[in-house]
């Protein structure tokens, strides 16, 4: 026992325990924590090994005393103290859990900082994403004001377009006046030079009585409207007639026979509109006359009316009374298996033309004719198969255009000499080859009742 008391004396280990003691005490303040937490780590360090050397002097004095010796003082003195150090360990533990609590404090602290971190950075791409859309927007609105200015600018030229086309308009329009004045002044001129110049102005009409009220926009395009539907008059004998020509030439030999065809649709054409004319103004004028009350008279409100809306006629309607009377004309005849809806383009554009002519003022009307009668020099074209020496008409190829008894355009006839006795003739075989013939007997079974209109008529087939 003297020997382990000797060695803990001449190590100093108290003493030095005191020293470390004192010197912790005086850098406590001055120390950072981990310098101090290592300060406490040497001096425990310390402490057990003099508690070591202490516990291993008692065991030698315990045995020096024999097996009982020293019971009491153990029972007072060093359990206790035991217990307590028990109780030490125990909070050492408390201590331990509340590391590692704190670890995990720790721990999590770190993973909520990462966290904020990558929400941070995710933040920051958002904010750079929105500046983006923002800037992207705005190129999008300074496109969008580009586009805008654009189109107002080409709004602009569009109207700047208009004006140009009404101008345009307005100088057609003045063209066609010049050009219908320049027809009249040669229908004048042809007149002057006619041999009875008297008779030719007994039947000029008489002029228009003044009216009070303001023309409507029908009367003030007259001259112009005029002069397009003479000129298309002229387009459709040189060219939808021509077609028809060669259509029934394909089915008729004789060429007779397919010009009288083309003159009479020509003539029953204009019957025909003039006719759903009639009817039309009719129904417009009733119509109007409920709620007339404008500054230019009924009449000229209805003529506008008709004008604006000529796309309202039925000219079907009328190429289906056209065909339906021409199957019945006994001046004519057609192969049964053929109807006559082969040239049912230039019956349809016929019907067209001389429905607007019964909108001018005065409107215009086809000539009326009769085989056999005096050629006219003011009205008719020879034919280049005419007989030149020879005075009557035997028949015609195209009407002759009228307004009132003034005559437009000439139409176009074939003279021949005894063509009276050859009319005769020709309209006795083809009446009775007519009377069997199948495709009349379909149509008059199809048509049980001819037009009041037509069959009141008693030159329906006089041409």
């Known amino acids: 026992m003297a020997d382990g008391l000797r060695r803990l004396v001449g190590a100093e280990s108290g003493r030095v325990l005191q020293e470390k003691l004192e010197s912790w005490y005086r850098d406590y303040e001055i120390n950072s924590c981990d310098q101090n937490l290592n300060r406490c780590c040497e001096i425990i360090e310390l402490n057990s090994e003099i508690q070591g050397q202490l516990f291993t002097i008692l065991n030698e004095t315990s045995r020096e005393g024999g097996h009982y010796a020293g ?12 217990g307590t150090c028990f109780s030490c360990a125990t909070s050492g533990r408390l201590f331990e859990t509340n590391l590692s609590l704190a670890q995990d404090s720790i721990e999590k ?16 791409e958002l904010q750079e994403e929105l500046t983006s859309t923002r800037l992207q927007l705005s190129h999008v609105q300074q496109d969008l004001k580009t586009s805008c200015a654009q189109e107002k600018d080409a709004l602009r030229k569009l109207d700047r377009l208009n004006d140009y086309e009404q101008q345009i308009q307005i100088l057609r329009d003045e063209i066609s006046i010049l050009d219908a004045q320049k027809s ?3 229908s004048r001129f042809l007149r002057s030079r006619s041999p009875s110049p008297r008779h030719s102005e007994s039947k000029s009409p008489s002029p228009l009585p003044l009216r009070s009220c303001s023309p409507g926009r029908a009367r003030r395009t007259n001259a112009s409207r005029r002069a397009c539907l003479v000129a298309r008059f002229g387009d459709i004998y040189a060219q939808e007639r021509l077609d028809a020509e060669t259509i029934l030439r394909g089915y008729i030999n004789d060429m007779e ?24 103004k009719i129904r417009v004028r009733d119509t109007l006359s409920l709620g007339h009350s404008g500054p230019e008279s009924l009449e000229d409100a209805v003529l506008d009316y008709i004008v604006r809306h000529e796309d309202l006629y039925d000219v079907q309607a009328s190429v289906n009374e056209v065909i339906r009377s021409m199957n019945i004309n006994p001046k004519i005849s057609f192969p049964p298996e053929i109807d006559f809806i082969v040239i049912s383009t230039l019956i349809r554009e016929l019907c067209r033309v001389a429905f607007s002519m019964q909108t001018l003022v005065p409107p215009l009307d086809v000539a009326f004719g009769i085989d056999g009668e005096l050629f006219s020099e003011t009205k008719y074209h020879r034919s280049f198969e005419s007989d030149f020496t020879a005075a009557l008409v035997a028949y015609h190829v195209w009407p002759a255009l ?10 176009e006839a074939v003279t021949k ?15 009775r080859s007519r009377s069997t013939s199948p495709l009349l007997a379909h149509h008059l079974s199809r048509s049980r009742s001819p037009s009041p209109l037509r069959s009141g008529s008693p030159s329906k087939w006089a041409y």
Not at 74 to 80: E, M, Q, V
């Open 109 to 124: 602290e770190k993973q909520l900082r990462e966290l904020a971190s990558n929400q941070t950075f995710q933040l920051q």
């Open 402 to 411: 009228m307004e009132n008894d003034v005559v437009i355009v000439k139409g």
């Open 417 to 431: 000499r005894g063509a009276l006795w050859s009319h005769r003739s020709r309209s006795r075989s083809r009446s």
């Open 184 to 186: 009249v002044l040669q």
């Open 71 to 82: 019971v009491e003082t153990i029972k007072t003195r060093l359990l206790p103290w035991l």
């Open 257 to 280: 026979m397919v010009q009288r065809i083309i003159y009479i649709a020509a003539v029953e054409s204009f019957h025909a509109a003039k006719t759903a004319y009639r009817q039309f």
